[in-house]
C-alpha cells in the first residue's frame, strides 16, 4: 500500500518556504486565516476549521477580502469549531459596553452566512466533540468556563482521528504552543507529543529545522 500525508499547517513561523511540500500532500488542515505563515505554506486546503466565536470571527466578517482569500477558496470543507451549545454553556460573553460595540460571543449565523455566499459547505462539530477533546486533555468540567483548548488542538485531533495510522503519514507545522493565556498550551504540546509516540508524525520546529536548512545551503554552497 502507498501511504499518502497530510499537512497540518498553523498560523505561526514556518522554518522556511514549505509550499511545495504543503500543495504536494495529499490532505491539507489549515485553521481560520494564515498569519505568519501567509506566503510561505501554499494554498491547498482540504479542510479549513474556523473559530467561530469572539472578536477574531467578528474581524474575519467585517473583512470583505477574507471570502476571497486564497485559503477559503481552496478549502474543500469548512468546519466550525464551536456549536452554539458549547459558546452558550462555556464560552465568556462580551459585557454591556462591549455587546453596544456590537461585540458577540456567538457569530455561527453570520459566518453561515458568509461562508455559503462564498459557495462553502459548513459542518459545525456537535457538544460532545468539544467536551471529549476538553476531558482528553484532563480538563475537569469545572474549568471548562476558563479554559479553552486552542483552534489547532481540535483540528489536530479530528484530523487524527479520520487518517488513519496504517495509510496516513502526518506533518505538522506552524504551531508554537504559546500565546493566549486561556489556552492549554501545555496540555495541548504534551497530547502531540504523546501521538508522535503513537504513529507517523513529524513536527516541524522552527529553531531546530531552520538551523538544519541553513546547514544544508551552507553544504550546498
Known amino acids: 500500500m502507498v501511504r499518502k500525508r497530510a499537512f497540518i499547517v498553523g498560523n505561526g513561523s514556518l522554518p522556511f518556504d514549505m509550499s511545495e511540500r504543503v500543495d504536494a500532500s495529499d490532505h491539507v488542515v489549515r485553521f481560520n486565516e494564515p498569519k505568519k505563515s501567509i506566503g510561505m505554506s501554499g494554498t491547498k486546503t482540504k479542510w479549513l476549521f474556523v473559530a467561530n466565536s469572539g472578536k477574531p470571527m467578528q474581524r474575519r466578517l467585517n473583512d470583505p477580502n477574507y471570502p476571497t482569500s486564497p485559503i ?25 459596553l462591549s455587546r453596544l460595540k456590537g461585540r458577540r460571543g456567538d457569530w455561527t449565523q453570520d459566518a453561515l452566512a458568509m461562508f455559503g455566499e462564498a459557495g462553502k459547505t459548513v459542518a459545525i462539530l456537535p457538544p460532545t466533540y ?13 474549568m471548562l468556563t476558563s479554559v479553552f483548548p486552542s483552534s489547532g488542538y481540535f483540528g489536530i485531533r479530528y484530523a487524527l482521528e479520520r487518517l488513519p495510522a496504517e495509510e496516513w503519514d502526518v506533518e505538522i507545522a506552524g504551531f508554537s504552543w504559546q500565546g493566549w493565556k486561556r489556552h492549554a498550551w501545555g496540555d495541548e504540546q504534551a497530547w502531540v507529543k504523546q501521538k508522535v509516540g503513537e504513529r507517523s508524525i513529524r513536527i516541524w520546529s522552527v529553531e531546530k529545522d531552520r538551523a538544519d536548512s541553513n546547514e544544508k545551503d551552507k553544504e550546498i554552497g
Do not use: K, W
Open 72 to 96: 477559503v477558496r481552496a478549502a474543500d470543507m469548512v468546519f466550525f469549531l464551536y456549536h452554539p451549545t458549547i459558546i452558550r454553556n462555556y464560552f465568556i460573553q462580551p459585557n454591556f
Open 130 to 142: 468539544y467536551e471529549e477533546g476538553c476531558a482528553e486533555l484532563g480538563l475537569t468540567s469545572a
